[in-house]
């Protein structure tokens, strides 16, 4: 069974840029900028026919204009026991508005509800016991200044992630364009 979830790609020249924060602090399994995206709606392992469901509701979704949206700062996940490295997204109406969308159609699809609050977000690295809060804080304190990064989300994707440690690689299954005009297209296309 694939291990699934949808999600908006992160442009190459705005995943270089994120790119120059990798490195220097013990402890971290950085993410390759090939598999930078932003999480809409986590599926996990889905078996074929909540996979075909998926895509067809995507598929079938209201049409919507690009999105743009701003890496907006550094931060971490997980407070005492950080766990990752993240640049933040802002949260704004059309994004939310997206997520709950593809929450509503995973939930069709025959998907549990998601728990947790979307928090959007590109995860830079996945830290181990190494990682301590001391060394994140102070990882976050000399990365500096963070300028917002804007940058047009064009599509949304159905990703599959390949049984691994740490996340990645990510391969788009499936692409669904916003914008008129615009067919949906297989990654294999």
Not at 81 to 94: C, E, F, G, K, N
Not at 166 to 184: C, H, K, Q, R, T
């Amino acid at each position: 069974m694939p291990r699934l979830f949808t999600g908006l790609e992160i442009p190459p020249e705005v995943a270089h840029r994120l790119a120059l924060f990798r490195g220097g602090l013990p402890g971290a399994r950085w993410i390759e900028p090939t598999d930078y995206h932003v999480t809409l709606r986590f599926l996990g392992e889905v078996d074929g026919t909540i996979a075909a469901e998926l895509d067809a509701g995507l598929a079938q979704a209201r049409l919507r204009a690009p999105l743009t949206l701003t890496l907006d700062g550094l931060a971490s996940f997980g407070g005492d026991r950080p766990r990752a490295v993240i640049a933040s997204v802002a949260l704004t109406p059309d994004l939310a508005d997206l997520q709950e969308e593809h929450e509503r159609i995973a939930r069709r699809a025959g998907a549990a509800p998601e728990r947790r609050r979307f928090t959007p977000h590109v995860t830079l690295a996945r830290l181990n016991r190494e990682a301590g809060p001391e060394a994140v804080a102070r990882w976050l304190a000399e990365a500096g200044v963070f300028p917002p990064i804007p940058f047009t989300a064009t599509r949304a994707a159905v990703f599959s992630a390949r049984a691994s440690r740490g996340g990645g690689p990510y391969l788009v299954e499936a692409a669904y364009p916003f914008g008129p005009g615009d067919e949906a297209w297989d990654a294999a296309d």
